[in-house]
C-alpha cells in the first residue's frame, strides 16, 4: 500500500531540502541574483532554477523505471564540466553588468529638440546652447524581467540536474520496489524540497542585499564583486576537478 512507503517517499522531500544547498547550486543562483539584485527577481531565479533541476531528474526517473534507460555517464561528466564553465560564465557575466551600471543616459536639450546620449560614469558630456541644459539618471537596477530571465535559471536548474541526477536516483530502486509511480512521487517530493530549499535561501539572499543597499551602498557593491570573482574561482575549481 501506498501509505506503507510514505515514511520513505517524505525521506526525499528532505534530502531535496539539503540537495538544493550544495555549494555549486548556491553559488549559481546567487550570482545570477547577483547580476540584477531584487527581491522578485531572486525569488523567480530560485524558483525557475529548482524547476528546471527538477524536471531533468523526474524525466530521468521516468525513463530509469519505465523503460530501463539511463542517462549515459560521458554525459553526467561532460555536465560537471559544464557547471564549471557555466559558474565562470555567470562570473564574468556579473562584471559585464557592472560596466554597464557605470553607464548614464543623459538627456541633451538644443532648443526645442532632445536627444540623448550614453556616457560612461564622471563623463561631463553638456552640451550648453541657448540656455539649454542638461541632467544625469541612474540605469536602475531592479529592470522588468524579461524572456531570457526565465530561460538562464531554467537552463542551470537543468544542467545542475542532469550533472547530480546519479545521488538523486540512487535510492529509487529501494523506495519504488519496480512501481513507477512510488518512483515518481519520491523524484516529486524530492523537487519540491528542493524549491523550498532555493526559494527559502533566495528571500535569505536577496533580503541581505537589499539591507546592505540601504544601509551601505559601497559595502552592497564591495560584495556584489566579491561574490562574481568567488564565482569564477569555485568554477576553475569545478572544472579542474571535473576533467
Known amino acids: 500500500m501506498l501509505v506503507d512507503f510514505l515514511p520513505v517517499i517524505f525521506v526525499g522531500f528532505g534530502l531535496g531540502l539539503m540537495h538544493a544547498l550544495d555549494a555549486d547550486h548556491i553559488m549559481a543562483v546567487s550570482t545570477l541574483s547577483n547580476t540584477k539584485p531584487g527581491l522578485k527577481r531572486t525569488l523567480f531565479y530560485s524558483a525557475n532554477w529548482a524547476a528546471g533541476h527538477g524536471l531533468v531528474l523526474l524525466v530521468s526517473g521516468f525513463l530509469l523505471f519505465a523503460f ?13 564540466a559544464g557547471v564549471g564553465v557555466l559558474l565562470i560564465g555567470l562570473g564574468l ?13 543623459q538627456p541633451h536639450s538644443h532648443g526645442e529638440m532632445v536627444h540623448t546620449h550614453w556616457h560612461e560614469d564622471g563623463h561631463e558630456g553638456r552640451h550648453e546652447e541657448s540656455g539649454a541644459h542638461s541632467s544625469t539618471q541612474d540605469i536602475p537596477q531592479n529592470q522588468p524581467l524579461k524572456k531570457d530571465d526565465l530561460h538562464k535559471p531554467v537552463f542551470v536548474g537543468l544542467l545542475h540536474g542532469l550533472a547530480g541526477s546519479a545521488p538523486a536516483l540512487a535510492l529509487i530502486p529501494a523506495v519504488g520496489q519496480g512501481q513507477v509511480s512510488l518512483a515518481l512521487a519520491y523524484l516529486a517530493l524530492f523537487s519540491i524540497g528542493v524549491m523550498l530549499s532555493m526559494v527559502i535561501f533566495g ?41
Open 93 to 105: 557575466s556579473c562584471f559585464w553588468q557592472f560596466r554597464k551600471e557605470k553607464l548614464k543616459l
Open 203 to 243: 528571500l535569505g539572499f536577496a533580503n541581505v542585499q537589499g539591507f546592505l543597499q540601504r544601509r551601505n551602498p559601497w559595502v552592497f557593491e564591495a560584495s556584489r564583486r566579491l561574490l562574481a570573482t568567488s564565482s569564477i574561482v569555485f568554477g576553475g575549481y569545478w572544472l579542474s576537478q571535473a576533467i
Open 68 to 80: 530501463g534507460l539511463m542517462i549515459p555517464e560521458s554525459l553526467q561528466q561532460f555536465a560537471e
